[in-house]
């Protein structure tokens, strides 16, 4: 099937439509014994016309399960390893061997940290949603008087009075559970315990101490102050700033 | 990015012959399923799958006890590989389905488990997806459908990783998706899961990772399409999908997939195409899709383009995907002069004949977009005349499939209608011959009578 060369550059060049030729009907068209006129298809879950890519969906499929469900006991480990080296974040150290696991470890502890409090959240918006909750005075001055609690997912313009309206708007409508939360708290221990950040995690899910509005943002009820001091992270900086206002 | 990330290749036990046989087996065996309404069967998917990867191992049914205390270890073990350990007994047991109901009712499990999917543990959050994947092999709804508030949750911090995605996250993804497809295709599905789903941001979510680009995984974006597919197919609310983008996110990606398909030799892009062609053309059904409005609508030329791109490619790698590609062409052209006109400014009238000795069922698509071109009138048939239209046709005409003459008479009939001088070259080049051989079929004979008599007397 040969197309003709115009087409790829037709493909990469700009939007657009083409201008319509002129329609102009004829009312013997189409009629008795004929029968054709344009139509819309659609077709239904269980059609036939589905077959063939059905099947080779499902095939495809079983070829992925044979792969993971044949996973060997340790599972494969596609970074090359390295000597040991040591994360280099200040007050980390944790051990590496394998470069992707280290970008895995950076990525979920130290990419975006709060510099106030270290707490560490899985992407930028969430930590700049933290750090304007619970380390900005005039958030807190303004939510007294007006809803300011923002729905935390991306796309949902819905604002709150309070942390756990919005935590029971997250459970409500978009189906989060009831116990979920995003922050990776500082470890309190000391160095290197593997699962550290779990098992404060996994106390944090069932603690009753956390007070009644505790929710995913928050571990302690006590706002920290912005501190004096320049941060590391560049959303402290750009904090600070909004202070000054 | 288009790149699939797939584990090792699996050691090869036996020729190449007898895997084409094998997968003519498994082929056969699941269009059997499909025609039973049986292709959601996990037992489909999975029979296969545990035979070659146990090997004779058979998983055992855990109880309460001994879940908790995997999963006690995995959360709170304090050796890595303890911890991993844990995981991989779990997600065996979770092979059998008496392990994956006391896993769903154990109060917590869930919660552990999708705390273990955000690990900062690479390889638990590995496990954690197998796991996830096991259940989502589930029979029973009840254990898929436990896993559908997760979801919510999860694309929310994995699409927060969406600057720069990590193998881990890849993985966690996929099986999400996968684990949702799943869920979508059960038979309750339209009345009871896809309504919520669409109440939801999954859906933004799931556009969003289907939003072509460098950060664009196939792996993922086949899963996500797939979850699509079984919504919109289920026609629900289709019109909220539209007005979430849907149609200009999939137009895009299907603008993506021909440039790739063009770079690359990468087997797999034919899965992604296979949904988003079905995705698109259900879609352009819906009256949302007409309205008023521009943005929402899909007018862009390129998608034309971009459409015979795939078609080529799906010539040579996926014939049978061949009718779904035409059908998106149908839709696109039947109602709109604008694309018809395409169609002829592009030149792709030639190219769409050379399709018409794959198969009946591609042949009647094929004259059925030149139908849609040409009832709209002279000035479109006109472009049609004189070229390689005419012996294409008398060939068609040749053809004993009923369905695909019928076609062709239609197309005749319209040609003889808007273009003068069709009749006269029809005669001249054997036309009355070629009817003749139809005279005396019975879903034929009126129309052929009637070409006869306008190709004789006018």
Redo the contacts between chains.
């Keep these: 099937m040969q197309l003709p060369p115009a087409l790829h550059a037709r493909l990469a060049g700009a939007p657009g439509s083409a201008e319509p030729l002129p329609v102009e009907r004829d009312p013997a068209a189409g009629t008795t014994p004929f029968s054709f006129a344009p139509r819309l298809v659609r077709f239904p879950r269980e059609h036939d016309f589905f077959e063939d890519g059905d099947v080779q969906r499902h095939l495809y499929l079983q070829d992925v399960l044979t792969q993971v469900g044949g996973a060997p006991e340790r599972p494969r480990r596609p970074s090359a390893r390295v000597p040991e080296f040591t994360c280099q974040v200040a007050g980390c150290c944790q051990v590496f061997d394998a470069l992707e696991d280290y970008e895995h470890h950076y990525h979920a502890l130290h990419r975006n940290v709060c510099s106030f409090c270290k707490r560490a959240f899985p992407s930028g918006h969430l930590l700049d949603t933290h750090i304007l909750e619970w380390h900005d005075s005039l958030f807190q001055i303004l939510a007294e008087r007006q809803d300011m609690y923002q729905c935390l997912v991306e796309g949902c313009t819905e604002k709150f009075r309070t942390s756990r309206d919005r935590k029971e708007h997250l459970v409500m409508r978009h189906l989060y559970p009831a116990d979920f939360r995003f922050d990776k708290p500082r470890r309190s221990r000391g160095p290197a315990v593997p699962g550290a950040a779990e098992q404060v995690l996994a106390e944090a899910l069932g603690d009753d101490r956390v007070p009644s509005e505790g929710d995913a943002m928050e571990v302690c009820s006590e706002h920290v102050e912005p501190s004096p001091e320049p941060a590391g992270e560049r959303r402290a900086y750009s904090h600070r700033c909004l202070t000054r206002i | 990015m288009w790149s699939r990330q797939?584990?090792?290749l699996?050691p090869l036990r036996c020729g190449v012959e007898q895997l084409r046989c094998r997968?003519r087996e498994?082929?056969a065996a699941?269009?059997k399923a499909?025609?039973e309404?049986q292709?959601v069967s996990k037992r489909?998917?999975?029979d296969?799958?545990?035979e070659?990867?146990?090997e004779g191992c058979v998983a055992m049914i855990f109880g309460e006890a001994e879940i908790q205390q995997f999963l006690r270890l995995a959360?709170?073990?304090?050796?890595?590989k303890e911890?991993?350990g844990a995981l991989?007994s779990l997600r065996r047991g979770l092979?059998r389905p008496e392990t994956q109901q006391t896993f769903i009712r154990l109060e917590?499990s869930?919660?552990?488990l999708?705390?273990?999917l955000?690990?900062?543990?690479?390889?638990l959050?590995?496990?954690a997806a197998?796991c996830l994947?096991e259940l989502s092999h589930s029979e029973q709804s009840a254990v898929v459908e436990a896993c559908?508030?997760?979801?919510?949750?999860l694309l929310?911090?994995?699409?927060?990783?969406s600057?720069d995605f990590?193998?881990?996250h890849l993985t966690v993804l996929e099986a999400l998706g996968?684990a949702l497809s799943q869920l979508l295709q059960a038979k309750e599905a339209p009345e009871k899961i896809i309504p919520?789903v669409l109440?939801?941001?999954?859906p933004?979510h799931m556009l969003q990772l289907l939003q072509p680009g460098p950060k664009l995984n196939l792996g993922v974006a086949v899963e996500f399409a797939?979850c699509l597919h079984?919504i919109i197919?289920?026609?629900v609310n289709n019109a909220l999908l539209i007005t979430q983008g849907a149609l200009s996110t999939l137009g895009l990606l299907l603008?993506d997939l021909?440039?790739a398909v063009?770079r690359t030799e990468d087997a797999g892009l034919?899965?992604l195409a296979?949904p988003v062609l079905?995705c698109l053309?259900?879609l352009?059904?819906e009256a949302a899709a007409e309205a008023v409005g521009g943005q929402l609508q899909l007018?862009?030329?390129?998608v034309v383009?971009?459409l015979?791109?795939l078609?080529?490619f799906l010539?040579q790698k996926?014939p049978?995907?061949l009718?779904?590609g035409l059908?998106l062409l149908?839709?696109l052209?039947?109602?709109?002069?604008?694309?018809?006109?395409?169609l002829?400014?592009?030149?792709?009238i030639?190219?769409l004949l050379?399709?018409l000795s794959v198969s009946n069922v591609v042949s009647v698509l094929v004259l059925t977009v030149l139908?849609?071109v040409a009832?709209?009138?002279?000035?479109?048939c006109q472009?049609l005349w004189p070229g390689p239209l005419l012996s294409s046709l008398l060939d068609t005409l040749a053809f004993s499939d009923t369905e695909v003459v019928g076609?062709s008479?239609?197309?005749l009939?319209?040609l003889f209608?808007?273009q003068p001088g069709a009749a006269q070259a029809f005669l001249q080049q054997s036309g009355l011959q070629a009817l003749q051989r139809h005279e005396e079929v019975a879903q034929l004979q009126?129309?052929v009578h009637?070409l006869q008599q306008t190709a004789l007397h006018g």
Excluded at chain 2, 148 to 153: E, F, I, K, M, R
């Design positions: 797939r584990g090792g699996k997968r498994r082929e699941l269009r499909r025609r309404q292709l489909l998917l999975r296969e799958a545990l070659e990867a146990e959360q709170r073990g304090t050796e890595e911890r991993e991989v092979q917590g869930i919660r552990t999708v705390g273990l955000t690990s900062n543990q690479a390889l959050q590995l496990e197998r994947h559908l508030p997760a979801t919510s949750y929310t911090y994995l699409s927060g990783h600057s990590i193998s881990p996968y919520s109440g939801s941001t999954l933004q797939w079984y197919c289920s026609q603008l021909a440039g063009q034919e899965l296979c079905r053309s259900n352009l059904t007018r862009d030329e390129r383009a971009a015979f791109i078609l080529q010539l996926q049978s995907l009718p779904e059908w149908n839709n052209t039947a109602n709109s002069p604008s694309f018809c006109t395409s002829l400014s592009l030149d792709l030639e190219p050379h399709l139908c849609n009832e709209k009138g002279p000035a479109y472009r076609q008479l239609e197309l009939q319209l209608l808007y009126d129309r009637a």
